[in-house]
C-alpha cells in the first residue's frame, strides 16, 4: 500500500483534501497555487462525459421532438383524410337524391304521359261508337284505325288495344254487310 503524505511543495505544511475546481488549489498557509493533474483529468474526463450526456439527452430530445411532429403531422393527415371521406360520402348521397329525384320525375312525367295517351284513345273510341249507332260506318272505320296505343308502352297495354280495334272492325264489317 503506497501511502503518500500530502503536504505543500512550498511550506510543507499538510494538505486537507478541500481540492478547488478542476485540480486547482492554493495552500491555506502560503497561498501556494498548485495543480493536481490526476484531479484535472478526471474534471476533463467529467466534462467530456457531462457533454456526451447532454448530448445525449439533446438527442433524445430532439427525437422526441420529431416523433411528436410526426404524429401531430399523422394526426392532421387523418383528420384530413377523415373529412375528405365525409365530402365524398355526402356527394354520393347528394348525387343518389339528384338521380332519385330525376327518376321520379321522369316516371311521373311519363305516367302523365301515358294517361293522357289513353285518355285520347278512350274518346277515339267513344267518337267510334257514335260514329257506328249513326251508321256512318266510312267515319267509323277511320276512326277506329286511330285506335293504337304507340311504342314504349307495355305490350299488354299494346295487346289490348289492338284486340279492341279488331273487335270494332269485325262489328263494323257486319253491321256493313248487314245494311
Ligand atoms: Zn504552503
Known amino acids: ?11 510543507h505544511a499538510s494538505l486537507d483534501n478541500d481540492y478547488g475546481n478542476e485540480g486547482i488549489f492554493f495552500c491555506k498557509y502560503c497561498g501556494q497555487k498548485m495543480i493536481v493533474e490526476e ?13 456526451e450526456m447532454d448530448h445525449e439527452t439533446a438527442k433524445i430530445a430532439m427525437e422526441q421532438k420529431s416523433q411528436n411532429m410526426k404524429y401531430a403531422h399523422e394526426r392532421e393527415n387523418n383528420i384530413i383524410q377523415n373529412k375528405r371521406n365525409i365530402i365524398l360520402f355526402l356527394l354520393m348521397i347528394g348525387m343518389l337524391v339528384i338521380i332519385m329525384v330525376f327518376s321520379f320525375l321522369m316516371t311521373s312525367s311519363y305516367g302523365s304521359e301515358h294517361k293522357k295517351r289513353v285518355k285520347e284513345l278512350q274518346k277515339v ?15 267509323a272505320m277511320i276512326k277506329v284505325n286511330q285506335l293504337r296505343l304507340d311504342d314504349g308502352y307495355s305490350s299488354s297495354q299494346t295487346e289490348a288495344w289492338d284486340a279492341k280495334r279488331e273487335d270494332y272492325i269485325e262489328l263494323i ?7
Open 173 to 179: 264489317n257486319k253491321k256493313m254487310n248487314e245494311d
Open 39 to 51: 484531479l484535472q483529468n478526471a474534471e476533463y474526463d467529467l466534462k467530456i462525459r457531462k457533454m
Open 125 to 139: 273510341e267513344s267518337e267510334v261508337q257514335e260514329a257506328i249507332i249513326a251508321g256512318n260506318y266510312d267515319l
Open 1 to 11: 500500500m503506497n501511502i503518500q503524505k500530502l503536504e505543500c511543495p512550498n511550506c
